[in-house]
């Protein structure tokens, strides 16, 4: 199972050199997963990761490529699409676009509300038969949506990707605040954390150190009393303070994957240290109450 994934939606103003660099910075650090989308950058961010693979033989065969389709950056509609022929039209554009011959993992980016799981079976089929896609998983997939299509694949759903961090995480509140009227308590997860488990399917957590729009690490503004908490445990265990917060995403024992957003080689370094911590139960709800909540 990943513990760590380094995201590629930002890279597209990075020069080639960069992006090769943050490459080395996560395969120096173990890390060697990395999350496209066809959309990131308008499709400049898999262009450019290309390039980066390009220059270094060899250099595909040490990675894992991840990559997404199903949101439509269409300026005359914003819109998603899971049918068959656009999920095969985007795969054989990413590969062009990554200049390579297969992608090992093709995850749905967002549910189609007009989404038929046949359609999607048949292009997972294809993409399959045809040796182009290795395995398969979802992203904003709730639980009943991964059984819908479950019933029609005949590949596994391996991964769910979701965003999740100490700011943001309802999937993990809503099951401590079952039965309960207060707004917490709403049911906005639909079982999908449970699901997952007992499925063996990772989620991958994006946005892990995002508030509401942007990073919470620093924003003493909006998150005062997080990152007092996340400064102390940081020098407790000697790492920074981005650490601790990928630390508690990993202390679930679910086994979430953590994908960094980071553009910067040395941040990721920082970060990949909290597979080395265990924070104590204590410190892991004292995080989560850190941004206003209460426990039942
Ligand atoms: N499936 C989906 O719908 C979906 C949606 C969004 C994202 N994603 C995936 O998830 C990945 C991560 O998402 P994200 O970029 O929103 O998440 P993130 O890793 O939480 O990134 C947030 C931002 O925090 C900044 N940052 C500031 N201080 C930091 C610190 N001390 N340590 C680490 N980061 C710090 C980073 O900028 P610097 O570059 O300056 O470090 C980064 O731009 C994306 O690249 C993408 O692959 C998927």
Request: proline share 3%.
């Given at each position: 199972m990943?513990?760590?994934?380094?995201?590629c939606?930002?890279?597209?103003?990075?020069?080639?050199?960069?992006?090769?660099?943050?490459?080395?910075?996560?395969?120096?650090?173990?890390?060697?997963?990395?999350?496209h989308?066809?959309?990131?950058?308008?499709?400049?961010?898999?262009?450019?990761?290309?390039k980066?693979?390009k220059?270094?033989?060899?250099?595909?065969?040490?990675?894992?490529?991840q990559?997404?389709?199903?949101?439509?950056?269409?300026?005359?509609c914003?819109?998603?699409?899971?049918?068959?022929?656009?999920?095969?039209?985007?795969?054989?554009?990413?590969?062009?676009?990554?200049?390579?011959?297969?992608?090992?993992?093709?995850?749905?980016?967002?549910p189609?509300a007009?989404?038929?799981?046949?359609?999607?079976?048949?292009?997972?089929?294809r993409l399959?038969?045809?040796?182009?896609v290795?395995?398969?998983?979802?992203?904003?997939?709730?639980?009943?949506?991964?059984?819908?299509?479950?019933?029609?694949?005949?590949?596994?759903?391996?991964?769910?990707?979701?965003?999740?961090?100490?700011?943001?995480?309802?999937?993990?509140?809503?099951?401590?605040?079952?039965?309960?009227?207060?707004?917490?308590?709403?049911?906005r997860?639909y079982?999908?954390?449970?699901?997952?488990?007992?499925?063996?399917?990772?989620?991958?957590?994006?946005?892990?150190?995002?508030?509401?729009n942007k990073?919470f690490i620093?924003?003493?503004?909006?998150?005062?009393?997080?990152n007092k908490?996340?400064?102390?445990?940081?020098?407790?265990?000697g790492?920074?303070?981005?650490?601790?917060?990928?630390?508690?995403?990993?202390?679930h024992?679910?086994?979430?994957?953590v994908?960094?957003?980071t553009?910067?080689?040395?941040?990721?370094?920082?970060?990949?240290?909290?597979?080395d911590?265990?924070?104590?139960?204590?410190?892991?709800?004292?995080?989560?109450k850190?941004?206003?909540?209460?426990?039942?």
């Amino acid at each position: 199972m990943d513990k760590f994934i380094q995201g590629c939606m930002k890279i597209k103003n990075m020069s080639v050199k960069e992006v090769r660099a943050l490459i080395d910075a996560n395969l120096e650090n173990g890390v060697n997963v990395f999350d496209h989308a066809d959309i990131y950058g308008a499709g400049e961010c898999e262009t450019l990761f290309g390039k980066a693979l390009k220059e270094v033989p060899g250099l595909r065969e040490k990675i894992v490529i991840q990559t997404k389709c199903g949101i439509v950056k269409d300026l005359s509609c914003h819109r998603y699409d899971n049918s068959t022929n656009y999920i095969l039209d985007c795969v054989h554009k990413s590969l062009k676009r990554l200049g390579v011959e297969k992608i090992d993992r093709l995850l749905i980016h967002r549910p189609d509300a007009l989404l038929s799981p046949e359609e999607i079976a048949k292009a997972f089929d294809r993409l399959q038969g045809d040796g182009v896609v290795d395995t398969f998983g979802v992203s904003n997939f709730s639980s009943g949506q991964i059984a819908l299509l479950k019933n029609s694949l005949r590949q596994k759903i391996e991964y769910d990707q979701v965003r999740v961090s100490i700011a943001h995480c309802p999937m993990i509140e809503n099951g401590i605040n079952y039965n309960r009227y207060n707004d917490a308590g709403v049911n906005r997860d639909y079982g999908t954390l449970e699901y997952c488990r007992l499925n063996k399917i990772q989620i991958q957590c994006y946005s892990p150190y995002k508030g509401i729009n942007k990073s919470f690490i620093g924003d003493n503004l909006h998150y005062r009393t997080l990152n007092k908490l996340l400064k102390q445990y940081a020098f407790k265990y000697g790492v920074e303070p981005n650490a601790i917060a990928a630390a508690w995403l990993l202390k679930h024992p679910a086994g979430f994957a953590v994908i960094n957003g980071t553009t910067k080689p040395e941040r990721v370094a920082q970060i990949v240290k909290a597979k080395d911590i265990t924070l104590t139960r204590s410190e892991w709800y004292e995080l989560y109450k850190s941004v206003g909540r209460l426990l039942p």
